[in-house]
């Protein structure tokens, strides 16, 4: 089975610009999660999709990042305006879903890094 | 809250030798506990996940990982070292939040396998 597609694989933009992610999951996977992993760090959840409604985002920078899943299937991140510190790795990651399983295993995509001038 | 420690940066080994990385957790109600690894420029690929049962799970590539209620512990382990097995490894637990299970990482350990 096809696993999870992300893109572009690289960004470099300037700061204050205005960057898109895209990830397609696994099909059939209900929960959809959208990671950043700063070099050296462990991936921190940005926010967390069960099917097209939001389950968590405390840790997505509100005043800049935004993330959608429309249709409960492919996702979009953005980020407007870009920062400096924004530079790193956002990783997207999907899982069945089945709800209230707290086993439910998440398969990643390659990743996008973003390199923010 | 929930976390995930993992208390060393970089562990090394030598082939053929048996090795652990180190993780410890927090968590408000049953833990739900995983290991990924992370090759160069790659995505996190699982390993392992404990749910309940027995303590010893067994995973890919000949991984295996030890859950210790007590000690709130889930280390990696593997028998035998292979000079393949450097990459990054990562410890994340599950915990119940808002009526979901939401995810939490460690921040990785580094394991060079030297031939």
């Known amino acids: 089975e096809a696993g999870v597609a992300q893109s572009p694989r690289y960004k470099i933009i300037e700061k204050r610009q205005s960057v898109a992610f895209w990830c397609n999951p696994i099909s059939g996977h209900a929960t959809l999660y959208w990671y950043q992993q700063i070099l050296g760090q462990g991936p921190k959840l940005l926010i967390q999709?069960?099917?097209?409604?939001?389950?968590?985002d405390s840790q997505l920078p509100k005043d800049r990042f935004s993330a959608e899943r429309l249709k409960g299937v492919d996702s979009t991140l953005k980020i407007q305006p870009a920062k400096l510190e924004d530079s790193a790795v956002y990783l997207c990651?999907?899982?069945?879903?089945?709800?209230?399983?707290?086993?439910?295993?998440?398969?990643f995509g390659p990743g996008t890094r973003l390199t923010v001038l | 809250a929930q976390s995930v420690a993992q208390p060393e940066d970089q562990v090394n080994v030598a082939e053929g030798n048996p090795l652990t990385v180190k993780c410890t957790y927090s968590?408000?109600?049953?833990?739900?506990l995983f290991w990924y690894v992370q090759y160069p420029n790659r995505g996190l690929q699982f390993l392992l996940k404990?749910?309940?049962?027995?303590?010893l799970v067994k995973g890919s590539y000949g991984f295996e990982a030890e859950f210790n209620k007590s000690q709130t512990s889930f280390h990696l382990k593997k028998p035998s070292a292979l000079v393949s097995d450097s990459a990054l490894y990562f410890c994340?637990?599950?915990?119940?939040?808002?009526?979901?299970?939401?995810?939490?990482f460690g921040r990785g350990t580094s394991l060079i396998v030297h031939p």
């Open positions: 404990y749910i309940t049962g027995d303590n």
């Open positions: 968590v408000s109600g049953n833990p739900y």
């Open positions: 999709f069960q099917n097209n409604g939001v389950v968590d």
């Open positions: 994340a637990v599950r915990d119940i939040k808002g009526g979901s299970y939401i995810p939490t």
């Open positions: 990651a999907s899982s069945l879903g089945t709800s209230g399983l707290g086993g439910d295993t998440q398969y």
